[in-house]
């Protein structure tokens, strides 16, 4: 790589004068962020149901009754409800049941993230207040230990972290992350922030090396790139040292994917799970070796594209020439031999 110790440019430093790309900018801000706002609350006729809002208000609900009820509250047993939960009546989905896929909260974490790169360059009260709101709610669905993923806080927390490859719950804290780090530097406010921060340290004292913890990393990668966006505004070393733990883990065996799926085969008396043996089975997640050894850009693109940049900044930041090299391997591979004239 050219340099390991170049970094980001401030959002509000950046201003956007070309004509074509400035008219999309608009665009965005007038009417396809309050578009996007009326579809995560599911208010855009014949568009399918977010259930985005609608989960997170079940979540706040559900605290709340814990609150309420102390000792005496009794919280769901997990239930797998698909990897995409739709109720029985559409007309009239249950208000304490979690709905949609189980990635749904990242729609209100894009969502935010737009908004905090819009407000940065575009103060606008009125779409200040919603999103305040909104974050109001959704802090309000995090667990006392900072956990904040509704499909596991309404489904059953007995199951969180049990099924990384395919459930997403570190995807939704990357997304948390991004969205939280925009929304702070759009607007000064830290309330999503801090709200991610716990989710933060929550994540890196249940995963890493030590005696006790989780030997994983995400199934849908971003994690690692939002964790240097986290370490990068907060100064927590910790969140450097966790993306690090993400990037170096990533493809050692025996694959955790490999041994969560036994576990819940097991959990489940599964009578019909049969383990998948083809040596090459992860290299749709970026898993299949370690990002060391990786020489050819695999697998599922957008999972590829948070890896990799992820993969960058952990190497600038930590001047680990050998992350630096694969990060430029893999970087070479994509625009030399797999980036086609429509940028796919």
């Known amino acids: 790589m050219t340099s390991l110790h170049s970094k980001p440019l401030a959002l509000k430093n950046v201003t956007v004068t070309d004509s074509f790309w400035r008219t999309e900018q608009e665009l965005v801000r007038t009417a396809v962020i309050p578009y996007q706002w009326n579809a995560l609350n599911d208010n855009v006729p014949g568009a399918a149901?977010?259930?985005?809002?609608?989960?997170?208000?079940?979540?706040?609900?559900?605290?709340?009754?814990?609150?309420?009820?102390?000792?005496?509250?009794?919280?769901?047993?997990?239930?797998?409800?698909?990897?995409?939960?739709?109720?029985?009546?559409?007309?009239?989905?249950?208000?304490?049941?979690f709905y949609g896929f189980v990635f749904q909260d990242t729609d209100f974490s894009k969502w935010v993230e737009a908004v905090g790169y819009s407000l940065a360059h575009h103060p606008d009260p009125a779409l200040e207040q919603t999103a305040d709101q909104a974050v109001d709610i959704v802090c309000a669905?995090?667990?006392?230990?900072?956990?904040?993923?509704?499909?596991?806080?309404?489904?059953g927390m007995d199951r969180a972290f049990t099924n990384l490859?395919?459930?997403?719950?570190?995807?939704?804290?990357?997304?948390?992350?991004?969205?939280?780090?925009?929304?702070?530097?759009?607007?000064?406010?830290?309330?999503?922030?801090?709200?991610?921060?716990?989710?933060?340290d929550y994540v890196d004292e249940r995963f890493g090396r030590k005696p006790g913890q989780l030997r994983g990393y995400p199934g849908h990668e971003i994690a690692e790139m939002a964790l240097v966006r986290l370490y990068e505004v907060t100064g927590?070393?910790?969140y450097l040292d966790l993306a690090e733990y993400f990037v170096t883990e990533r493809g050692r065996q025996p694959y955790i994917f490999d041994i969560q799926a036994d576990e819940n085969a097991k959990r489940d008396a599964d009578a019909n799970y049969k383990p998948n043996t083809d040596p090459n089975r992860y290299a749709y997640h970026q898993?299949?070796?370690?990002?060391?050894?990786?020489?050819?850009?695999?697998?599922?693109?957008?999972?590829?594209?948070y890896f990799?940049?992820?993969?960058?900044?952990?190497?600038?930041?930590?001047?680990?020439?050998?992350l630096a090299d694969a990060a430029e391997r893999l970087w070479r591979n994509i625009v030399d031999k797999k980036l086609y004239v429509t940028g796919g």
């Open 165 to 200: 490859r395919d459930h997403h719950e570190l995807y939704c804290l990357g997304h948390l992350v991004e969205g939280a780090v925009a929304y702070y530097q759009g607007t000064g406010k830290d309330k999503l922030l801090k709200a991610a921060c716990r989710f933060a």
């Open 308 to 322: 990799y940049s992820g993969l960058a900044d952990v190497a600038r930041l930590t001047d680990d020439q050998d």
């Open 236 to 238: 927590e070393q910790r």
């Open 287 to 305: 898993a299949n070796k370690p990002a060391t050894e990786q020489d050819e850009a695999v697998g599922h693109a957008v999972r590829a594209g």
């Open 141 to 155: 669905a995090q667990l006392d230990n900072g956990y904040l993923d509704t499909c596991y806080i309404l489904n």
């Open 49 to 97: 149901p977010s259930y985005c809002m609608h989960n997170f208000k079940a979540a706040a609900a559900q605290n709340k009754r814990k609150d309420t009820q102390g000792n005496a509250f009794v919280p769901p047993k997990y239930t797998f409800r698909g990897f995409e939960a739709l109720p029985e009546d559409p007309a009239n989905p249950d208000p304490d049941k």
